[in-house]
Every structure is written in structure tokens, then in C-alpha cells.
């Protein structure tokens, strides 16, 4: 039998086909519009079978046994495991109130309706601190579009004359985005790559800039002053859709290609060669991604980044990048409950916490402060779900440290992890293809699509809607999560849009909620205070921030631990997310062991030489924070002077763990977004 559905074994949100035999999960086909022997293969979707049905799966709640000085964990039922944790969250808000109480929430489940129950819960319980990941991935860049012209735009690659990929390698990531810049290579189309890596994507571009690891700010800045300087850009939509031009241009001009390339490792010819290419080639789109989310200046880089749209006139226009219009469903978060006489945790990063109508909280660091310092308050008690910040965290020593400080730790996952074994209550939650939710994705645009369950759960295992539901109502809050099935909550969710789960199961393609337009500012204006694309944000100026990005000029280097570079001479660059894992999952499933078995550092022949390394020689890599050991490639995917650290081994084993060397003690001061995606390092070769 086939069965439509979404993978969720990453956050591309793949369309797939499930192949089910005898109720049990065979196989499972991505959807594609190229032909068979065209596609790009998933390796995790090719072991979905594997990890659906692994022997290392959590199968039942399991309660950690302290009486007798006993610290191991037993098997308990879901009774008394919700029970438990609905007690200590209400003996927690009676001794110290219901924000000592957090709730941490990461990818691996999906964003999207499991995030809003996990808020809406929270904020019925009375605390602020539903806490995700946005400050280090997507939200923050989100947040950047959202000041910029009102929303993040999609790019339009398929249909796109021009294509420039910045930080992200969606042969990797996503896989349908990937093929959509194939098809449009083949029809023509140029391909521009910013990465300090050259990734397969890189080699196949027309041009790819090697630009120094967290400088891309530098970078757009230098593009705009040429675009700007070499009048390349579209006169009549700046006059008319945009506001501030004389500003950005006065700030552009210390940025010109002359002025900065020796800083980006860039040549200034190549620089403006770029900026030509994308300003003259039309329609033109940017594929932005989360190598500019761990950035200390991801804020103003993707301000500017978003600002070569507008300057060439490629937004919201078939071909360029379109603004989308989000599904009117019903905010279900309630975050009207809490009162303004208690912060969040999150109280310092005010713009970054109010952007938007229901993302909510994402400066992560926020949390680990509050439970170490005690500030604004301790917290007591923390709920994960579908997280491993134990790994994932900046600063990964001083995560686990503020984890163990806790009175009370609370996990769901679908596997055991370095999180869950520091846990008082560890919770089994349900697989992608056991369960039925929306996604973020689905919600984004008009095309409404159902992550539908094609199999039964596995063992005891439960899918998050139902362990929130459950534990919602244990704490009294039944008229707050009166329903008894996921199907109930989505129609309700879905109500303003008329959109059932009846007819989302009978249109497996996904139902729109209008027809998909271009160009919309023409009748409506943009969604931002102005009406117009804001390159001058008044917003920012009233809450003391420069209203153009680097008003104030770009600081320095950017990097963690840059005023100690003579002793830790390297650029430690954070690996990309391998396509066979997610961060840190999976890494337990042995069909994508053997094609991955272990992490890396790629080290550049002339460092390597220099240094009298060797493949497979065994480094030490330092930072002030901490040190990793993993086995050398010797490779010119990196500048000289840079290393790529293999990503998400942490979960094997600490000593792999990349986060033992980033540094979270200097943040962005709006989206608290520390550099924790290149830092200085040094590297040593360890006796053989």
C-alpha cells in the first residue's frame, strides 16, 4: 500500500510516498518532479526503515531511580511518568512561580503545530519561557527579512536567470531546493556560490567566492556600494517601494571593494565581477541559509543580504524571491495569559522576542544564563523536546554544567542521547511517519500540506501532540486541550482558513488557501511600518540599534576569540550538516555508519605540510573553551589558515563534540546569536 506523507527525518519537509506491508514501514520514495535516474538520493530517507524500526529506539517512559543512592533508570508506565512531571512542575510554581518552569524545544519533531501546543501549554501554565532554537537557526535570518520588507522570502530558483547561494548547500539540506537549481542550470540559469567551503555546489558555480568564515556582512555591504556606486540598480522600484536609499548609500561607501576584499580573502575585481552578474541578470533570486545563522553579525549580514533584492528589483517577482502569504490559521499559543510582571528569560532581546506573531522565544543562551547566573530568575525545572543541547548548544561544557544544575530535567526523544542521560524523566515520542501534524512549511505559505501517520507508533512510544495534550490536562488545563485527537486540534487550528484534515487526507498535494501572485506590494504595499522595503529602519533606531546595517561600521573581526589569534592561529569553521545525519541524530543507525563512520577535520595541504600532518593523523584541535581529537583529511575544500570540523559527533562521544570549542560569552545584542559557527582555534598533531 502507498501512503502520502512528509519526511521529517530533516527540516526540508520532503513530499514522500510510503510503501506499507503488513502494517509495517518498507520503504519510502521522495517525490519529484525530474526523472527517476535525475533525483537526488536521500540517504536517510533510503534507511527510513532502519530507523524507524531501530533496536536502539526508546520504547517506554523511563523514570530515574534515586532512592538507595540508585541512579540508574527504570521503566515506568505514562501515568506515572505525566503524572510525576505535571507534580514537580506544580510543586516548582508553587515554591518559587511558574517561570522558575522552561520548556526547550529543538528540530528534530518539526517546527510548526508541535511548537504552538508546547507554547500553548506553557503560557496556560503561566510561564513565559517556551524557549527554541531560532537565535542559531533560521529566526534570527527570519527576523532580518521581516525588518527588511515585512516577511522571508522563498526564492523562486526554478524560473531564475541568476541564482546566488549563500551559505547553505542544499544537495545536503534539501533536496527538492537542490533539484530546482539543476533544472534552471540546465535552462541557463547562472549560478552564484558564497561559501568559505567548496562544497559540491561550489564547483559546479560560475563563479564561487571563497570569502573568509563570518565576514559575509563585509561582502553584501561591498556588492551594494558597487551596485550602488555603478548605478546597476532598479531606479523605479527604490523610488518607489523603498525608503532610506540615501542612507544605505552613504553607508555603503566605506565599503567598497577596495576598502574591504583583503579582510574577505576576496580579490576587489572578483567582488564587483559578482555584484555585476547579479545585478544585470534578471530575474535573479538569493538562496540564503543557515551559514549565516551562527554568525555574531547574522542580524545586519542578512539585512544587507535581503537588500540586494530590493536594489535590483527581483522581490516578490516570478524568477526572484517571493514574498509569501502565510495560511490564516488561528493562533493557538494563548501567550495573552501571561502578565508583563514577569520577564522572560529572554527580556533582553525585546525586538528579537515580538517580531513575529507567533515565534516566540529563541534566544537559547538566554536559558542556560538564567539557570547558571539566576537571571533575571533561577529556573528550576526544564522540559526538552526534540533537542540535544547537551551537544548542540554553544559552549557545550557550560550547557551540560547549567543541565545538571537543574532540580528537575525532563526529555523526549526518539533515542537515547548525551541529554536524555543526564535526565530525570526520559519520555519515548513517536517517529515522523507515526504521527499526524502540521509543519511550519505547511503554515508559511497558502499551500497547506498534512504530515499525515501512514504507520502505528512503535511500542510505547507517543507522538508529541499527545504527550502535550496529556500533560496539559493533567495540570488542570483541560478546557485549554480539550481535544482527544490530533485531527480535532488541526481543524480547530485550521478553522479561519475552512480547511479540514478531510480534505488535506483526499488532496495528499497539499490545498491552497488562494492563488499563489506576484508582486502583491503593488496593491497592498509591504508588510512593514512604511508600506515600503526599509533600508533605514526607524524601528531599530527607537530601541538605539543603527537603522542601516553596519551604520556603525562593522566592528572587527567577528570571530570567538579573535583578540587571542597568535595563540590560536586557525579559523575553526563549524562542518555543514552531512546529508546522512541531522546534527546530532541517527548516528546509531548502521546502514549510514558504513557510509559515514566517523567525523573529520579537513585541514589544507599547504597547513598540513607546514604543520608535518598526514591523512588520518590524529589532531587536537583547542580553543580557550576546551579541545576535540578527531583524525585529519587533508583537503582544498578550505582556504589556508581555516580547518571544517566534522559536525554533530558530539553524540557519539564528548571528546568529538565540536561545542566544546565555541564560545557563547559574546552574543549579537538583538538576536543573541553567539559566533558559534567559526572561532579561532589552533591544531596540534597528537603522537602517532
Same mark, same amino acid.
Given at each position: ?18 510503501d ?25 530517507l ?22 538507595r ?9 505514562w ?7 505535571a ?6 510554581k ?10 526547550l ?6 517546527w ?70 539543476m ?17 559540491? $555546489?561550489?564547483k559546479? @558555480? ?5 570569502? !573568509?568564515?563570518?565576514? #559575509?556582512?563585509l +561582502?553584501?555591504? &561591498? =556588492? %551594494? ?7 546597476l ?7 518607489q ?6 542612507? $544605505?548609500?552613504?553607508? @555603503? ?5 577596495? !576598502?574591504?576584499a583583503? #579582510?574577505?580573502w +576576496?580579490e576587489? &575585481? =572578483? %567582488? ?11 530575474p ?7 551559514g ?16 540586494l533584492?530590493a536594489?535590483?528589483?527581483n ?6 524571491d ?40 529563541h ?21 526538552v ?57 505547511a ?37 485549554e ?44 504595499g ?8 526599509e ?25 570567538s576569540f ?23 541524530q541517527?548516528?546509531?543507525i ?7 563512520p566517523?567525523?573529520l ?15 588520518g ?24 589558515g ?47
Amino acid at each position: 500500500m502507498k501512503k502520502a506523507t512528509v519526511c521529517r527525518l530533516c527540516s526540508a519537509c520532503c513530499s514522500v510516498e510510503a510503501d506499507i506491508r503488513n502494517g509495517r514501514l518498507a520503504a519510502v520514495r521522495r517525490k519529484s518532479s525530474l526523472p527517476s535516474e535525475q533525483q537526488l538520493l536521500c540517504p536517510k530517507l533510503q534507511a527510513a526503515a532502519d530507523i524507524t524500526y531501530s533496536p536502539k529506539r526508546l520504547t517506554t517512559p523511563l523514570i530515574r531511580d534515586r532512592r538507595r543512592g540508585q541512579l540508574a533508570f527504570r521503566e515506568a508506565t505514562w501515568d506515572e511518568a505525566l503524572d510525576t512531571i505535571a507534580d514537580r512542575m506544580q510543586q516548582v510554581k508553587h515554591d518559587h512561580g511558574a517561570q522558575s518552569v522552561a520548556w526547550l524545544r529543538g528540530m528534530a519533531a518539526d517546527w510548526g503545530a508541535p511548537w504552538d501546543y508546547a507554547s500553548r501549554l506553557m503560557h496556560a501554565f503561566g510561564s513565559p519561557n517556551a524557549i527554541g532554537n531560532g537565535s542559531v537557526c533560521h529566526v534570527a535570518r527570519e527576523m532580518a527579512h521581516t525588518f527588511t520588507y515585512g516577511a522571508m522570502t522563498i526564492p523562486q530558483a526554478r524560473e531564475s536567470q541568476c541564482i546566488m547561494v549563500w551559505g547553505k548547500n542544499d544537495q545536503n539540506t534539501c533536496p527538492p531546493a537542490f533539484e530546482a537549481i539543476m533544472q534552471a542550470r540546465q535552462q541557463g540559469a547562472r549560478l552564484i556560490v558564497i561559501d568559505p567551503v567548496r562544497t559540491p $555546489l561550489a564547483k559546479m @558555480a560560475d563563479i564561487w567566492l571563497q570569502i !573568509k568564515s563570518g565576514h #559575509d556582512g563585509l +561582502l553584501a555591504m &561591498a =556588492m %551594494i556600494q558597487t551596485i550602488i556606486e555603478e548605478r546597476l540598480y532598479d531606479q523605479d522600484f527604490v523610488d518607489q517601494w523603498c525608503t532610506g536609499f540615501d542612507d $544605505l548609500r552613504r553607508t @555603503a561607501q566605506a565599503f567598497a571593494p577596495e !576598502k574591504v576584499a583583503a #579582510d574577505l580573502w +576576496l580579490e576587489p &575585481a =572578483m %567582488i564587483r565581477k559578482t555584484a555585476r552578474l547579479y545585478a544585470t541578470t534578471s530575474p535573479a533570486c538569493i538562496v540564503d541559509g543557515n551559514g549565516l545563522d551562527m554568525q555574531l553579525h547574522v542580524f545586519d549580514t542578512t539585512r544587507a543580504v535581503c537588500m540586494l533584492r530590493a536594489l535590483t528589483g527581483n522581490l516578490d517577482r516570478p524568477g526572484g524571491d517571493l514574498i509569501p502569504q502565510p495560511v490564516p490559521a488561528r493562533n493557538i499559543q494563548l501567550a495573552e495569559r501571561l502578565t508583563s510582571d514577569t520577564p522572560s528569560v529572554a527580556h533582553g532581546y525585546p525586538l528579537f522576542s515580538s517580531f513575529h506573531p507567533n515565534w516566540g522565544l529563541h534566544a537559547q543562551s538566554a536559558l542556560i544564563d538564567a539557570i547558571l547566573e539566576e537571571r533575571p530568575y533561577p529556573i528550576h525545572m526544564l522540559i526538552v523536546q526534540s533537542g540535544n543541547p547537551a551537544v548542540t548548544m554553544t559552549d557545550a561544557q557550560r550547557v551540560r554544567k547549567a543541565l545538571q544544575k537543574l532540580d528537575f530535567l525532563v526529555a523526549i526523544d526518539l533515542f537515547a542521547t548525551q541529554t536524555t542521560r543526564l535526565a530525570d524523566i526520559v519520555l519515548p515520542a513517536a517517529g515522523c511517519f507515526e504521527k499526524t501534524q502540521l509543519n511550519r512549511a505547511a503554515l508559511r505559505n497558502n499551500l497547506v500540506v498534512l504530515q499525515d501517520q501512514v504507520i502505528d507508533g512503535i511500542a510505547d512510544s507517543w507522538p508529541d501532540w499527545k504527550i502535550t495534550f496529556e500533560l496539559g490536562r493533567r495540570l488542570g488545563l483541560t478546557d485549554e486541550f480539550p481535544w482527544r485527537t490530533v485531527e480535532q486540534a488541526i481543524d480547530y487550528q485550521l478553522e479561519p482558513t475552512g480547511i479540514t484534515v478531510e480534505q488535506l487526507r483526499a488532496n495528499p498535494q497539499g490545498v491552497r488557501t488562494g492563488t499563489a501572485t506576484f508582486e502583491k506590494f503593488r496593491k497592498q504595499g509591504l508588510p512593514t511600518p512604511s508600506g515600503k522595503v526599509e533600508f533605514s529602519s526607524c524601528r531599530l533606531a527607537e530601541h538605539g540599534f543603527p537603522p542601516v546595517p553596519f551604520g556603525e561600521g562593522f566592528g572587527g573581526n567577528p570571530l570567538s576569540f579573535a583578540d587571542r589569534d597568535k595563540e590560536y592561529p586557525f579559523i575553526g569553521i563549524s562542518g555543514e550538516r552531512s546529508n546522512r545525519y541531522t546534527h546530532s541524530q541517527f548516528h546509531q543507525i548502521p546502514s549510514l555508519r558504513q557510509q559515514e563512520p566517523e567525523g573529520l577535520i579537513d585541514i589544507h595541504p599547504d597547513d598540513a605540510a607546514r604543520l608535518g600532518i598526514a591523512d588520518g593523523n590524529m589532531l587536537q584541535v583547542s580553543s580557550p573553551n576546551g579541545s576535540i581529537r578527531m583524525k585529519a583529511r587533508i583537503s582544498e575544500v578550505v582556504h589556508v589558515g581555516s580547518i571544517l570540523i566534522a559536525w554533530g559527533w558530539g553524540e557519539v562521544d564528548l571528546e568529538l563534540s565540536l561545542n566544546n570549542l565555541t564560545d557563547d560569552a559574546c552574543r549579537n545584542p538583538i538576536t543573541a546569536t553567539p559566533s558559534n559557527r567559526c572561532f579561532m582555534c589552533k591544531v596540534e598533531k597528537l603522537p602517532q
